[in-house]
């Protein structure tokens, strides 16, 4: 059984937002004081403990605490109530080159920020050639870093920052910059950590990293913990709050359309999802068949139109997308409002959740309208043998 | 050298959980944030480098700048004050003199002033990382400690080569460079800077996060405290006009004890000094419609200076100022401590 290296008590942290600054505010307010101070809980009633070997996600809204709760684990800040204890070496990268300063050499801020990072500077001394090779800019290593393009200056920082040897590592969103090799190396040096035994928190907006990474997900929400689990059960929470959400500004954007309602503009009143017999459809399996039901409206005299229909996955990448040109069949004249159906047959999804959009363009493709996030589904299935947006069975064969 | 998962689990398991970020307690505070400071001690010197490296860099003549600055000090306050107001008829080597308290109270200012500022100018590593935040006060006084080694340097070679030329022109050996006991009177001073400046830096650094007035503040107490100690003028010219117990208060300033201890160090004519120089006199004399003429005839002679009283019992004074300024450093750090838990979300 592995000992807990975070252990977390009834923690809640306050910020008190200010909302005078200048000096004649505050002699005008005096005594008044309280009245402009707002409190704003961060944090409350946080309980959690952390086992050493995890790696642990934080997931959730905008503004729910997640970094909080991170510089509070990290020391940063200070809890108001409760207790934040840690065992082992932390290392928090919230920041890439945390303490570079833009006048002093590639070089010299290396030790810096290793040293900020607690690396000693014998450890910075045996991998420097490694990091200056890591970070691929060996002819500017005696520049200094003000002259670097930013790219430069997250490669050397980056390089920098894969060298700590904490036996936490807290990460913010950091590793979400830089281009795709890069997010790649910070991925197998996140892999090559858990190999390792250390403990890694990591806040991310992106839940598939979160569900491909972590053994366990914490979701918080306004400042409290509302899951926390297996990544799969956690994230399910987190995705219906944010359907939840996503319904909410559909509403306010249906609210808006019908007063654009008298605008004569072709439009997408609302895109619905059925299986082939017309039943509407929420769960599918690995191998679906899906129609998707596109209600659009053209007002006044009419015009001929090209209508569109896709499935995205719900950070809006699309998975497969069609509309009727490409398929060869001209949706033609439309004048009020009708309803026509996309169908796919023997889409292979992987499992995870998905939504569809649909959409409507003049006969010059230019798009007049189009509904994003429409019902929400979730791709279930038993074969776990492949990963990534599709899904095939898969197997090894000798030759 | 790579360490199993078991390994590094069963190592964990007999560590003892602490508190994320500094420890509490009333004294355990403060021996834990020496203890943490000691542990980060690679940091500050890198930071203490990065002070002096960065101030620096891109100008041509560089840390020369460092020197320039209080040479030209000196060569301003010896003019108007030494030339002009003529100062140099009462204190003797007035050069010396006004180098030796520049470079007491630079080291004083310079860890001041920016200490003040440096919690507030590293608010991008406070917020990012946890390090003990002692460490960014520390390393201004690392900083202003090697400008001072370099003032020290020139005052050094100064004396020596004054030394020199006064031992040419008398025809007999003239030493200005400090001998034996008086340098105990220098380490104290400088102690004595390092610890009330230290205790002023701390303190100042968590306030100016709060009320940014500080530093604004501070600029312009250095004005009126570098006056308030006897840096450019003789304490007997303070002495002449008050005595009791405002004396005592302008004793009481603990840079005025720090720069009385630097002159007693380094400017070795103090102690009583004559030398060959013009010797003036007024002569009266009477024109035909009786009005009176005054008029100053000079010529060659030695003039001859008594020596410089210091306050009584200088080495307890010393002894017992450090041992109130420890005490006032403990308490800067106490007041720190509390104020650090929300540097982070202040800044």
């Known amino acids: 059984m592995s000992p807990n290296v975070v252990e977390i008590n009834g923690l809640s942290k306050r910020f008190v937002i200010r909302k005078e600054k200048s000096l004649k505010e505050r002699i005008v307010n005096w005594g008044r ?61 919230l920041e890439l080159g945390a ?13 810096l920020n290793a040293s900020v990072l607690g ?21 500017f290593i005696d520049t200094q870093v003000k002259f670097y393009s930013s790219g430069m200056y997250v490669r050397l920082a980056f390089a920098v920052a894969v060298h700590v040897d904490p036996d936490i590592l807290l990460v913010d969103e950091v ?23 250390r403990t890694i928190i990591f806040v991310s ?8 990474l972590c053994d366990r997900a914490v979701v918080l929400e306004e400042g409290e913990i509302v ?33 654009d309602a008298e605008l004569d503009r072709p439009r997408v009143d609302r ?20 129609r998707i039901a596109i209600t659009v409206t053209v007002p006044g005299a009419g015009q001929d139109v090209i209508v569109g229909a896709g499935v995205d996955t719900p950070w809006g990448v699309t998975v497969i997308g069609t509309n009727s040109e490409m398929i060869g069949t001209e949706v033609g004249f439309v004048q009020g409002t009708q309803r026509i159906d996309v169908v796919y047959r023997g889409l292979r999804l992987a499992r995870g959740r998905y939504s569809v959009h649909g959409q409507v363009s003049n006969v010059d ?15 279930e299935g038993d074969d776990e043998t492949s990963a990534g947006l599709t899904w095939a069975h898969a197997s090894i064969e000798r030759g | 050298m790579r360490v199993s998962r078991q390994e590094r689990d069963s190592a964990l398991a007999m560590e003892p959980l602490r508190p994320a970020g500094p420890a509490e307690g009333f004294v355990g505070s403060t021996l834990h944030a020496i203890k943490d400071v000691f542990d980060h001690r690679e940091l500050l010197g890198l930071l203490t480098r990065r002070e002096i490296k960065a101030r620096y860099k891109d100008s041509a003549l560089g840390l020369i700048w460092s020197l320039i600055r209080p040479i030209v000090q000196l060569l301003v306050y010896w003019v108007a004050l030494g030339q002009f107001m003529g100062m140099m008829r009462a204190i003797p080597e007035f050069a010396v003199f006004i180098f030796t308290g520049l470079t007491i109270w630079q080291l004083f200012t310079d860890i001041v002033t920016q200490g003040t500022n440096t919690i507030v100018a590293n608010a991008g590593l406070i917020k990012k990382v946890y390090v003990p935040r002692e460490i960014f006060p520390l390393s201004t006084i690392g900083s202003a400690l090697f400008n001072f080694g370099m003032q020290m340097v020139v005052l050094i070679l100064f004396l020596g080569l004054r030394s020199a030329q006064l031992s040419a022109r008398h025809g007999e050996g003239v030493n200005l460079f400090p001998l034996g006991s008086r340098w105990i009177y220098g380490v104290l001073a400088l102690l004595l800077t390092l610890l009330w400046a230290g205790a002023l830096a701390l303190l100042l650094s968590a306030i100016n996060v709060y009320l940014r007035d500080t530093q604004w503040l501070v600029e312009i107490s250095m004005m009126v405290l570098f006056w308030a100690s006897p840096t450019v003028y003789a304490l007997r010219m303070v002495t002449d006009q008050v005595g009791g117990w405002l004396l005592q208060v302008y004793l009481a300033n603990p840079m005025t004890m720090a720069v009385l201890g630097f002159q007693r160090a380094f400017w070795v004519p103090g102690d009583g000094f004559d030398t060959p120089g013009t010797v003036c006199r007024e002569v009266t004399t009477y024109d035909a419609g009786g009005l009176v003429e005054a008029a100053q005839v000079c010529e060659p002679g030695r003039v001859v200076f008594g020596p410089t009283a210091y306050p009584g019992n200088m080495m307890l004074r010393l002894g017992i100022m450090i041992a109130i300024c420890t005490v006032l450093l403990w308490g800067a750090h106490r007041v720190f401590a509390r104020l650090q838990a929300n540097f982070a979300q202040e800044l």
């Open chain 1, 205 to 212: 907006h992106s839940l598939d990293q979160v569900g491909e």
């Open chain 1, 119 to 139: 690396i000693s500077k014998e450890e910075t001394e045996r991998h420097f050639e490694q990091i200056v090779e890591f970070s691929g800019i060996e002819q």
């Open chain 1, 271 to 290: 895109v619905e999802l059925f299986d082939l017999a017309g039943n509407p459809l929420t769960e599918a399996d690995q191998v679906a068949d899906l």
């Open chain 1, 33 to 93: 004081s309280q009245e402009h101070k707002e409190d704003f809980l961060a944090l409350q009633g946080i309980d959690l403990n952390i086992q050493a070997g995890t790696t642990v996600g934080l997931v959730g809204p905008n503004g729910s605490g997640k970094s909080t709760l991170l510089k509070m684990i990290a020391g940063i800040l200070q809890p108001n109530q409760g207790t934040v204890r840690v065992r082992g070496r932390i290392a928090a990268l």
């Open chain 1, 365 to 379: 493709g230019v798009e007049l309208d189009r509904v994003r996030d429409a019902s929400p589904f979730e791709v």
């Open chain 1, 175 to 197: 590793l979400a910059v830089g281009d795709e090799p890069f997010q790649k190396k910070c991925m197998d040096r996140i892999k090559q950590f858990q190999a390792d035994g």
């Open chain 1, 227 to 259: 899951a926390d689990g297996v990544p799969a059960e956690a994230l399910k929470v987190l995705r219906e709050r944010f359907d939840e959400q996503r319904a909410d500004d559909l509403d306010a954007r249906h609210a808006r359309q019908r007063q």
């Open chain 1, 99 to 111: 303490g570079f300063h833009p006048d002093l050499t590639g070089r010299e801020n290396v030790y």
